[in-house]
């Protein structure tokens, strides 16, 4: 585990050079979080508790969003690309020889990733919004702690959505078309634009149970205290359950694309 957590801080540190892209990374968000929660505040002027929520915690959802933007890869994990073009090259036979295993490795880079974005890109913009804004905070100072445990849970399920997508290049000749199929699937059922408690009937209850709900719906309902002792641990469960179903479905195609490297590779 001390190797993990050496290329985790490797990947926090790496990030961290980024001074001139992460910058702009907070603009970007802020600028955008003023464009969503005005429109928010149309939207829930003509209808008051829309999903289940109030003006202050609808405000709070738009800025707990643009802070987990680039924490839990609702847009994008941040290292689909590189696993993919080291899998078109090749490289990815050196990567396979490591004394490592492949799958923990990308996610040790994907933890020490999300850990630089969660204070680079997230803390700004939220406090910006909490200024700008009157917006719901929690009442219980563990609420905190349970908002990052939810985080954190996020940050796996969207690895291990991502990791099936760069892996897709073992069979694709271009993973663009799955990397978008991706992008789009993030940003609308992860309630990107509009809570998916929002989302009328079937389509709602179809998105509501789909993993990326994981990634922004969930921890916004802790942030917001709509998910509190046994619905907390249900939220966990959750999350924890598709976590282990996407990185067991990662393993098996994992084994299955060594197999194929192997057998290219005479």
């Given amino acids: ?32 979080g003023f464009i969503l929660a005005y429109t928010y505040i149309a939207l829930w ?65 994907a933890l020490g990733r999300s850990a630089f974005q969660a204070l680079g890109r997230g803390v700004v913009p939220m406090v910006v919004g909490a200024l700008a804004f009157d917006i719901a905070l929690p009442e219980r100072p563990v609420t905190w702690l349970a908002f990052l445990v939810s985080v954190a849970l996020g940050v796996v ?61 969930i921890p916004a309902d802790v942030f917001l205290e709509k998910r509190t002792g046994w619905g907390l641990l249900g939220a966990y469960a959750f999350q924890a359950g598709w976590a282990l179903v996407l990185l067991a479905a990662g393993r098996a195609v994992q084994r299955v694309a060594t197999r194929r490297v192997v057998v290219q590779g005479g």
């Fill in 1 to 32: 585990m001390r190797l993990y957590a050496a290329v985790a801080a490797g990947g926090f540190r790496r990030y961290a050079t980024y001074r001139v892209a992460t910058a702009a990374g907070v603009f970007t968000n802020t600028v955008f």
């Fill in 45 to 109: 002027d003509e209808r008051p508790r829309l999903g289940g929520y109030d003006m202050p915690e609808a405000l709070a959802y738009v800025w707990i969003g643009q802070a987990l933007l680039a924490t839990c890869g609702l847009m994008g994990g941040g290292f689909e690309d590189e696993l993919m073009e080291r899998i078109k090259t090749g490289d990815i036979a050196v990567d396979l020889y490591r004394p490592a295993d492949l799958q923990m490795w990308w996610l040790s880079v």
């Fill in 157 to 217: 399920v969207s690895f291990a959505v991502w990791f099936l997508v760069a892996l897709s290049a073992f069979w694709l000749m271009d993973g663009a078309g799955a990397v978008q199929l991706a992008w789009l699937s993030g940003l609308f059922f992860s309630g990107t634009l509009l809570p998916l408690t929002v989302f009328p009937g079937a389509l709602g209850e179809v998105a509501r149970v789909l993993p990326w709900s994981s990634l922004l719906q």
